[in-house]
């Protein structure tokens, strides 16, 4: 059995009870030069009282009682954090706990209180002199207890980004894109403290524009993004906002700090009186820093957090924007912990931050958070461990119990945020908490991409109810994310369900990269957008009698295919009314099915990968023992999973589980959460395509394409898609693919658009330049799963044009040749596309009516690849992609 945590800690609940005084009392009215800490003569602060436990401690070292101080209800404003370190620790014996006074309910807040303010024409205004100093800034604004928003463009949707650029440094990040003219306005007042708002597919980047060119259209950042890669670029079609715009302040609800002038205005909602309304602004960026060093041993241990509020927290946009990889990882927590062991919150709060809720960072050992409401948070709720930038030597996090908690309302400002985020941190128990409202993954185990060592392992994931997640806002994330070797680590009895991402990636159970020795077992998973169950890559995770139901878009997937044996997939449930039952990869080994049951409640044939009946399925040894059977669940359409006496499911030794005990199984003394307004609008829908033109002359040399994904091997340097001036059907410049064997995949290098064609007529054309060796390759394709293709030409190395299995004529190499091609995703005309093909000094040689996939009707990927294993190069110039002229 695995130590949680000291029992004289965790029995140190009620420590205030009839029989038994306080040894230290504060109150907000109190004073802490007369005060004595008694009831009739309290201090007035924690950093007074901090000193009278000290110097108890000091008075009775072998005390073998609970030194306790109870803070009387009311708000306590910090001015500074309120820090503890070693010497503020108790004992096994004589644990400090600091909790309220039995029935009150005291806050601990660094937000400070506005006052002074003056109507004018119904709008409030005060000035705020340390703002104008340059002193104080904030970025959120609460009046009785709600969040107020600053005034955003567009006032409902999204604004997308027009045209990916280069950055303005050779070989950095992105920073600075197109955009359609009027969205952005060189003329706003305080142009420097406009955000925008870029969102990419699994984080959101904010960024101070420097310069706007209206006429141009391009707007330019004060900093990058955090990478220069396809999942943190300024692409094309991408969604933007833009926040804090002063001339857009005319909503009630609404306010703008000017901090030229430190003028604050608010427009009140109806009902709101300056003389009465709390309002307060954020100060400190954290409230509670618990400082040990592990290093050294010398822990902060033994102190125990009862029923006590945490309250306002500020974050401040720095000048050169803020960019984070994944998970907000960057940011910390309002409450911070490092170097504790023995550390207790049971009953406690935290609302209304701009970051993270608690934060257990490095060497944090044996601590208990349990019964507490962390809510309205900024990013994520609870921070377990390190990530990148952990030392080799630095001491582990671990054996922390996360129990009976309400972890709610995240990603308001970072939409990245996590319920419950455990890094490179091991032997930690996460059960029966709510966890419910966050835009990206409701929790995140493991920190590793691959399959190097790590210490995040025997977490314990267990009886969490787990939804709403996602909403539309992020994509590539789930009800719970893992990430690398997790030996020991189980997903056991948890409820997922409602996961929606933007793009790809709203799965149930997501087991990212390196994901190994994990077992789920008895979840229930559904209303999911891309499946109950997903596996990058990893290595012998099992997956067992779970009931994986309703995802919109397949309902299991996998993505790459290893040698080894990657996952097993037993005894499990899969319900669906729409999709497919597996997509993704599935053309080889390397996973393990046996005795799933299968069913689409429509009754529709189940067809596995490659159109597959179940038994043809398993004549290629896949699913031993499996059924498509009804599995008899009493009312599944509305999340009644109960199974019928007789359910063929139990036949195939599926075990039922309880459908109830997920979540919080405490009553809290808190109000139900009231629901927030969204912090990001809803998914728009799909933008109208922009054209496609890229002649390559605006790109330096040696770029990649900008609005295009472009894939390279890295291990393979020679092998590259860049621009080059070596040669061009027009101007200077062109791209060229140059291929190299010994490359992992046999298509790259290869780059392609994404169009977002659903209806119509479209051209595309290009000129292409073959050097030989290699095999040019392009494709139309839509978005389905797996995808359906449109028109599709290939030339072997030695210049043969070929559409299938069709040959229709050899052309050049070392000469420019064009391309062009008509193809319709109207009704009645699919299957079939047209091609010209004109050499250089040549005649044009048309062909029409070649054939494709009539079912394929979107036009979602325009993609060039090299294809096989050999040296060789082509030459592209001159790309379009445009509806068709009638």
């Known amino acids: 059995m695995r130590k949680i945590v000291s029992g004289s800690l965790l029995t140190a609940a009620g420590v205030l009870t009839p029989g038994r005084a306080a040894d230290i009392i504060i109150a907000p009215d109190g004073n802490d030069t007369t005060g004595r800490g008694t009831p009739d003569a309290p201090y007035a602060t924690l950093v007074r009282a901090g000193e009278a436990v000290r110097t108890l401690l000091h008075r009775e070292p072998g005390r073998e009682s609970p030194v306790t101080v109870a803070l009387r209800g009311g708000t306590y404003v910090l001015a500074a954090p309120w820090r503890l370190g070693p010497e503020d620790s108790g004992t096994a014996r004589a644990p400090v706990v600091w909790t309220a006074w039995p029935g009150e309910k005291p806050r601990i807040s660094g937000g400070r209180r506005i006052s002074g303010w003056q109507v004018r024409d119904g709008r409030w205004e005060v000035h705020l002199p340390e703002v104008a100093r340059g002193e104080w800034s904030f970025c959120q604004l609460f009046v009785n207890g709600e969040c107020r928003q600053r005034p955003r463009l567009p006032r409902e949707g999204y604004y997308h980004i027009q045209k990916e650029l280069p950055p303005s440094r050779t070989g950095g990040a992105p920073d600075r894109f197109g955009f359609r003219v009027g969205d952005l306005d060189p003329g706003w007042r305080n142009l420097a403290d406009v955000e925008v708002l870029c969102f990419h597919y699994w984080g959101m980047s904010r960024l101070r524009p420097a310069t706007v060119d209206p006429e141009a259209g391009v707007v330019s950042f004060t900093g990058p993004t955090c990478a220069n890669s396809w999942w943190a670029g300024l692409r094309r079609g991408h969604r933007f906002l833009v926040e804090n715009v002063r001339e857009a302040l005319d909503r009630p609800g609404e306010w703008y700090l000017d901090r030229a002038s430190g003028l604050l205005t608010y427009l009140p909602l109806p009902g709101e009186d300056p003389a009465t309304a709390e309002v307060v602004a954020p100060r400190l960026e954290r409230l509670l820093d618990i400082r040990g060093d592990a290093k050294l041993g010398t822990w902060v241990s033994h102190i125990r957090f009862e029923g006590l509020a945490f309250a306002h927290t500020n974050w401040v946009l720095p000048e050169a924007g803020y960019s984070c990889a994944q998970a907000e990882s960057a940011l910390r927590g309002a409450v911070f912990a490092s170097g504790v062991r023995d550390l207790a919150f049971h009953g406690c709060s935290i609302r209304q931050v701009a970051t993270y809720g608690l934060d257990l960072s490095e060497g944090c050992q044996y601590v208990h958070i349990e019964d507490c409401d962390i809510r309205h948070i900024g990013a994520g709720g609870i921070r377990v461990g390190e990530g990148w930038g952990r030392g080799a030597d630095s001491p582990e996090t671990g054996h922390v119990t996360i129990r009976n908690n309400t972890i709610a309302q995240g990603g308001r400002l970072h939409p990245a945020g996590i319920g419950v985020w455990i890094g490179l941190s091991g032997h930690n128990l996460i059960e029966h908490n709510d966890i419910f409202d966050f835009y990206y993954s409701g929790l995140s185990v493991g920190w590793t991409w691959g399959y190097q060592p790590t210490p995040a392992s025997h977490n314990i994931i267990r009886h969490n109810h787990v939804h709403t997640i996602g909403q539309g806002v992020l994509s590539d994330m789930g009800g719970i994310y893992t990430l690398g070797l997790s030996p020991g680590t189980r997903i056991e009895h948890n409820c997922f369900h409602d996961i929606d991402s933007f793009d790809y990636g709203g799965w149930g159970i997501y087991f990212d990269e390196g994901s190994t020795g994990i077992v789920a077992e008895n979840n229930l998973v559904y209303r999911t957008k891309t499946g109950g169950f997903h596996q990058h890559y990893g290595r012998e995770n099992v997956v067992r009698n779970n009931i994986l139901a309703f995802a919109r878009i397949g309902q299991i997937q996998r993505t790459r295919q290893e040698e080894h044996l990657m996952f097993t997939l037993e005894r499990n449930l899969v319900l669906w009314d729409r999709g497919s039952v597996m997509h993704g990869n599935w053309a080889a080994g390397g996973f393990a099915l046996h005795r799933n049951l299968y069913w689409h409640t429509g009754g529709e044939p189940v067809r596995f990968p490659g159109g ?275």
């Open 612 to 886: 597959l009946t179940l038994e043809e399925w398993q004549a290629k040894g896949h699913d031993e023992g499996s059924m498509v059977a009804d599995p008899g669940f009493a009312d599944p359409a509305a999340g009644d999973f109960r199974l019928a006496p007789d359910s063929p499911a139990l036949a195939l030794g599926f075990q039922p589980f309880r459908l109830d005990g997920f979540g919080r199984q405490t009553p809290t003394d808190a109000a139900e959460p009231q629901p927030l307004p969204r912090a990001f609008p809803p998914p728009p829908p799909p933008p109208p395509p922009s054209p496609i033109r890229e002649d390559f002359e605006l790109l330096p040399v040696g770029e990649k394409c900008f609005g295009a994904e472009t894939h390279e091997d890295a291990n393979v340097k020679e092998a590259t898609a860049r621009v080059t001036d070596e040669r061009a059907a027009g101007g200077r410049h062109s791209l060229k693919l140059v291929d190299r064997p010994g490359q992992k995949h046999p298509w790259d290098p290869h780059l392609y658009f994404r169009p977002g064609y659903t209806a119509g007529r479209v051209t595309g054309s290009f000129d292409a330049c073959f050097e030989g060796g290699t095999q040019f390759f392009h494709e139309w394709r839509d978005a389905n799963a797996p995808y359906r293709v449109g028109p599709s030409v290939r030339v072997r190395p030695d210049g043969l044009l070929v559409s299938g299995e069709r040959e229709l004529a050899r052309l050049p190499l070392h000469a420019w040749v064009h391309f062009a091609f008509q193809w319709s995703m109207e009704p009645g005309e699919g299957g079939r596309f047209r091609l010209d093909v004109t050499p250089a000094g040549a005649e044009t040689i048309t062909f029409t009516d070649l054939p494709c996939n009539p079912e394929c009707r979107a036009l979602h990927w325009f993609g060039f690849c090299c294809e096989g294993d050999a040296a060789g190069a082509f030459h592209l110039d001159n790309i379009r992609l445009e509806p068709q002229q009638k």
